[in-house]
């Protein structure tokens, strides 16, 4: 039976899918084991990449801390503290603790695992949307090398589970298909509101392509039962809500705090491409042991090494006034030089160990800095916000050009309009600033609307003859293609050309963005098995210490008060950090005072939410508060008045500290005057209290 495609208007039939028995046959067969095979070696790569790469920001520990007082206080966001709209990350970092222990290895191997999954589905669906395993792999490559990070992996793998739900249900639209799409979209929704609205946004353009043909009656039906699971899935959590505190003052909240992250980022403006004169190359040269500042400085002028820099020790770094190999050759040669650090001497050339490296020294040739990171975040800026604009241009002239259509899946139509709304809407929304940040967020979904991309210009108008393949199986990446004639051979190659040209200023880009070649080198693959072996077995070992190893905090600067809080409070003492450390909560093992992990500007400052928060720390024992010296008087006293008036009224400054002169963070330790102190903790000359 014929039906209307939506887009192209042609009379076309519907693509016969296999049956099970066909489906198990072509899995088995050499192209189903080779995906399979393939889909392992993404999965296993993308973990081992970023588990020897691991880094824990600042912000991860928001979740982490919140986890740990779900685990040890029994308390549960919004009930007891403060949730924006992120209700199931904290109970997901609470479970992992609740196996692993009071230690960083369950969240590593938590957070890992889902965005080494996320890098597999997008490499799954890439590949099926551009009929190659090669096109696949890239683009779940590039996914990996952007290096989005840890505590992003709701954004990494929950939206492409989503598109990938959505289309297999475009494949077989049963309704336990459509059943499956509605939870995936209620989970998305329960880690992060927004994600939500995405996922559920590109489910319903879906529903819609799919089912435009089939009669309103169809549709309709589809879509009440999509809206129906999806709605008793998250009933739960809505009676959770009205039963402590209210819906309306949940999402009142969650508001408020949407407006005040809004004014608290900078206005947004898209990033600007610079052009610069290029910088000269930059060296490090060790100086032997003993060299006197005078002679240094005779050396620095004789080798025109300008723009000295300290790194600590001997170790200095210079820009290179001669880059020339003969000076090259003295420098590395000179008795007074130890050893050097980018200068290659095989060559005595600069930057010829890296792809950066590469990539500056032409740029110096051409004497402009073209690569730089500000043009590498603009580059994939527009690439992202442009890519589903133009495969939904694509899909629009294919109805012009109906009679030389190339389907690579069956159902293509709604599939690529419910990739491209949702990444449309979520770049739209997530992108801004830092985008060095948010750009590796979106790599996921936006890699496989590339990939189809690609797909689309390998097969339009090929340069051989076409091949009817007829009907395969959908999860296999095979083509089929309908051209009507035959591509110029120029023409054929200028486009080649052209997208081989897109490729490789994108992967350029992703390298300066994301500093995926000096990651590559972090693992240690290269140093063989062994080290290899040593390395992950450092990794684990420092992940497992309980209390938390501190070569794991994001910032070295908490980790003196980090230790008197953990010495001089009790384990059932709590403690109030006025700004943004949630690290400390968690290092110190204490948990945070009130209902707030932290106080944002114009973020629950009514009379009401300090009463709740000061209403909290009247039942807890809290002996001391930290406070950042920069804002508490600017901040605290003007916007929490409530909050402030009782930490005057019962708290006392004991000292001021400030662990580092360039840094300009000034901590304000103040102490309980209600609580006799024990003793003084020797270190800080604060008082103790345990």
């Not at 040890?72 to 609740?98: C, K």
């Amino acid at each position: 039976m014929l039906t209307r495609d939506p887009i192209t208007s042609e009379m076309v039939a519907p693509p016969r899918l296999p049956t099970p028995n066909e489906r198990r046959e072509l899995r088995r067969g050499p192209s189903g084991r080779l995906e399979w095979a393939l889909v392992l070696l993404v999965f296993l790569g993308s973990f081992a990449f970023r588990f020897f790469t691991l880094e824990f920001d600042n912000d991860h520990f928001q979740t982490i801390a919140e986890g740990r007082q779900v685990l040890v206080y029994g308390e549960l966001p919004f009930r007891d503290f403060v949730d924006p709209g992120f209700f199931l990350m904290p109970l997901s970092s609470a479970a992992v603790q609740l196996l692993f222990g009071y230690n960083l290895l369950g969240e590593a191997i938590f957070t890992v695992g889902l965005l080494s999954a996320g890098a597999t589905l997008t490499f799954l669906l890439a590949s099926r949307a551009s009929g190659s395993l090669l096109v696949g792999a890239a683009a779940a490559i590039a996914v990996v090398a952007m290096y989005p990070r840890l505590y992003h992996y709701p954004k990494v793998f929950l939206l492409v589970l989503g598109l990938f739900a959505g289309w297999r249900y475009a494949d077989r639209a049963t309704p336990g298909n459509l059943v499956t799409l509605a939870l995936c979209t209620a989970l998305a929704f329960l880690f992060r509101h927004d994600h939500g609205v995405y996922v559920g946004l590109a489910a319903v353009v879906l529903l819609i392509a799919r089912h435009w043909q089939d009669g309103r009656r169809v549709l309709l039906r589809r879509l009440g039962l999509y809206a129906g699971v999806g709605a008793v899935a998250v009933l739960p959590f809505f009676v959770f809500l009205e039963a402590n505190g209210g819906i309306l003052e949940y999402f009142r909240s969650a508001l408020e705090y949407t407006r005040s992250e809004a004014k608290r980022q900078r206005a947004f403006a898209p990033p600007a491409f610079v052009l610069e004169p290029s910088s000269p190359p930059r060296v490090n040269v060790r100086w032997k042991e003993g060299l006197s500042a005078d002679a240094r400085a005779r050396l620095e002028e004789r080798h025109k090494l300008t723009a000295a820099r300290s790194l600590g020790g001997r170790t200095w770094e210079y820009e290179l006034g001669d880059s020339s190999p003969t000076n090259l050759r003295a420098v590395v040669n000179d008795p007074g030089v130890e050893d050097t650090h980018n200068i290659n001497r095989a060559t005595s050339r600069t930057d010829g160990s890296s792809l950066q490296g590469i990539l500056d020294s032409w740029q110096r040739r051409i004497g402009l800095e073209i690569l730089q990171k500000e043009n590498a975040i603009a580059w994939l800026y527009y690439l992202f916000v442009s890519l589903p604009i133009m495969a939904v241009g694509v899909l629009l002239v294919s109805r012009v050009r109906a009679r030389s259509t190339t389907t690579s899946m069956p159902y293509e139509t709604a599939k690529v309009l419910s990739a491209a709304a949702l990444c449309a809407v979520a770049t739209g929304l997530l992108l801004r600033d830092p985008l060095v940040a948010r750009l590796p967020d979106l790599a996921a979904p936006t890699a496989v609307i590339g990939a189809w991309l690609v797909g689309r210009w390998l097969n339009v108008g090929a340069c051989s003859p076409p091949r009817d393949q007829g009907s395969r199986d959908v999860w296999r990446p095979t083509q089929t293609t309908v051209s009507a004639s035959r591509m110029p051979r120029l023409l054929c190659l200028g486009q080649m050309a052209a997208m081989l040209a897109l490729a490789g200023v994108t992967w350029a880009s992703i390298l300066a963005v994301a500093d995926a070649d000096e990651r590559f080198e972090e693992t240690a693959i290269l140093s063989g098995p062994t080290a290899l072996l040593k390395r992950g077995a450092e990794i684990v070992s420092t992940l497992a210490e309980s209390p938390p190893a501190e070569a794991w905090a994001p910032t070295r600067r908490n980790v003196p008060l980090v230790r008197y809080i953990e010495t001089c409070t009790k384990p059932t003492d709590r403690v109030l950090v006025t700004s943004f450390q949630p690290d400390v909560y968690f290092f110190s093992g204490r948990a945070f005072a009130g209902d707030q992990i932290f106080f944002y500007l114009e973020y629950r400052t009514s009379p009401e939410d300090q009463q709740r928060t000061l209403a909290g720390m009247q039942e807890q024992s809290v002996p001391v508060v930290l406070a950042d010296g920069r804002r508490y008087e600017a901040d605290i006293q003007s916007e929490f008045s409530l909050i402030h008036d009782y930490l005057t009224q019962h708290y006392r400054l004991a000292r001021e500290v400030q662990f580092d002169k360039s840094d300009p963070v000034i901590f304000r330790v103040l102490v309980d005057r209600r609580i006799t102190p024990t003793g003084t903790y020797e270190p800080l000359s604060l008082p103790c209290f345990r």
